[in-house]
């Protein structure tokens, strides 16, 4: 009767209850819970040292579980309870069970092991929620370290800028009086680097989210067909590239030439993963969907996969996978990549495709019904002399001086300041000033608060907001006070011409963004 009881309350517990004698672990009895969870009837046909295979119990990583480790065993060897929480069981419906078991061995009046009882416990949703979490926290720390590297590299990206404004200007002052055809060449030259250079420091700012983001109505899809009809007449002719476009519009609110970009360097970097040495080439998908109010973009390639040691760290500047000597890759591409999508208030993320390959997935939120279309405007190609006085206010003598002298040889007569203060003394003291450059980072008082005070001094002053940021937030919100031009470093000689030139005729802004 006692036994019966046993085994009726044992029935309607919610945990499995497996009893074996001891030492040889000959079965003995199993309850409802315990067939549940495993996915079968106990078995009367294992003893110790034959659990694993027919049970089908495992390590986390889906090794068969060691027989030397399993809880009957070690109840026996440690003569007490134990609990063992790193066991799967594979069941054969193919599902899977996080298990804790708990071992009691129970001991008869000399002392000796009789039986051992072990409860199992299913932790699936437990170790699921660990692990959710342990992938929050990834993420979290992630976010965090690329925030971190992304201020570092505006900040070097920003003090590179002010450096290739200066050189870029004295190059252009220089070339201006110059006859011989080989100075004037290297001239040329230096103009070109500092071209490249400024290339690079956009790289940084992008990823920085610092860089120009003019939003507007774009579609996803004009980005991909021009993108994909770019890449068929560039890459080698083994890539096959195909789009897959599904997303209802696909238009989502932000700048074009950065999403061009993004996609450009995505394929790029699919590419490489595909094009090996003794490889017949592969395929690149480039594809869309509606997902909520959301659109997804998805570069799908038929490559290796990414190495588990590069995947947490690919956003990262500099980390590529390309050897010395491999040319190309400077390790920015998905640091930009990352930069622009998250200034776009997207994420991406990296994929494992099947059956092999990697997807690189972006998603992006779709346009707003008030969102405008906005056409780019054609950079300066003309040198415009002028007339007037201009305030030059920079905090790098380099700057200020390369820049004073390029505005006096274009006929501009030039005072400069090194700082907002000097800045506010000196168009108190001549009202003759009719237009300020005025950077926007200085220490002590930034372009913000000195244009704050300048504006209440003379509201008809023109100002014309510089920055080795580009346009950012914070830029926006000057020229939102009313600065009327931005023009980012480093800018050539005919931008600076013609901004100027403009300003000082009262020219309306020409709604471009300047580089």
């Not at 499995?16 to 309850?31: C, D, I, Q, T």
Request: proline share 3%.
């Amino acid at each position: 009767m006692a036994d019966e009881i046993v085994r009726s309350v044992a029935d309607d517990l919610p945990v499995g209850v497996w009893v074996a004698r001891a030492p040889n672990g000959e079965f003995l009895y199993a309850n409802k819970a315990f067939a549940e969870i495993m996915g079968m009837d106990a078995r009367d046909d294992t003893r110790r040292g034959e659990y694993a295979g027919p049970y089908g119990i495992r390590t986390r990583t889906g090794a068969l579980y060691p027989e030397d480790k399993m809880p009957f065993v070690r109840a026996l060897q440690e003569r007490r309870t134990v609990i063992v929480d790193d066991i799967v069981i594979h069941r054969h419906d193919g599902g899977k069970v996080h298990i804790r078991a708990q071992a009691r061995p129970m001991f008869d009046d000399a002392g000796e092991i009789t039986h051992v009882v072990i409860a199992f416990i299913d932790i699936s949703r437990e170790v699921q929620a660990e692990a959710a979490r342990g992938e929050t926290e990834q993420r979290l720390g992630q976010m965090q370290r690329m925030e971190s590297i992304g201020t570092l590299a505006g900040g070097i990206a920003h003090d590179f800028n002010n450096l290739l404004a200066a050189v870029k200007m004295m190059a252009a002052v220089l070339r201006r009086n110059e006859n011989d055809t080989t100075k004037l060449a290297y001239l040329e030259q230096i103009d070109q680097v500092t071209d490249s250079a400024a290339q690079l420091t956009r790289a940084l700012l992008g990823f920085a989210r610092r860089g120009k983001h003019l939003s507007s109505r774009v579609s996803i899809h004009d980005v991909a067909l021009g993108v994909a009809a770019l890449m068929r007449r560039a890459l080698d002719r083994r890539i096959e590239i195909v789009t897959d476009l599904r997303a209802e519009t696909g238009d989502v609110d932000g700048d074009f030439s950065q999403l061009e970009q993004v996609l450009m360097n995505l394929v790029v970097n699919a590419r490489d993963a595909m094009i090996q040495p003794d490889s017949g080439g592969g395929r690149i998908v480039i594809a869309t969907r509606d997902e909520g109010p959301s659109v997804v973009l998805e570069v799908t390639d038929s490559g290796s996969g990414i190495d588990p040691n590069v995947r947490e760290r690919m956003f990262e500047p500099y980390v590529t996978t390309k050897k010395a000597g491999e040319g190309g890759g400077t390790g920015l591409g998905l640091a930009t990549v990352w930069g622009i999508v998250e200034n776009h208030g997207g994420r991406i993320e990296a994929l494992d495709a099947k059956p092999r390959g990697t997807t690189m997935r972006v998603t992006l939120q779709a346009a707003t019904e008030d969102s405008l279309r906005v056409m780019k405007g054609e950079r300066a190609r003309d040198v415009v002399r002028g007339s007037g006085t201009v305030l030059v206010v920079d905090d790098e003598r380099a700057v200020r001086d390369s820049v004073a002298a390029a505005l006096r040889a274009l006929g501009y007569r030039v005072f400069c300041a090194e700082d907002g203060e000097k800045a506010i003394e000196l168009v108190r003291e001549r009202t003759d000033i009719d237009v300020v450059l005025l950077d926007m980072v200085m220490p002590h008082m930034d372009g913000r608060a000195t244009y704050l005070v300048l504006r209440d001094m003379r509201p008809d002053l023109r100002v014309v907001l510089t920055t080795g940021f580009a346009l950012n937030e914070e830029a926006q919100n000057i020229l939102d006070l009313g600065v009327r031009e931005f023009i980012a470093k480093p800018f050539s000689v005919e931008v600076l011409s013609q901004v100027v030139a403009r300003s000082v005729r009262r020219d309306p802004p020409s709604g471009d963004v300047t580089n």
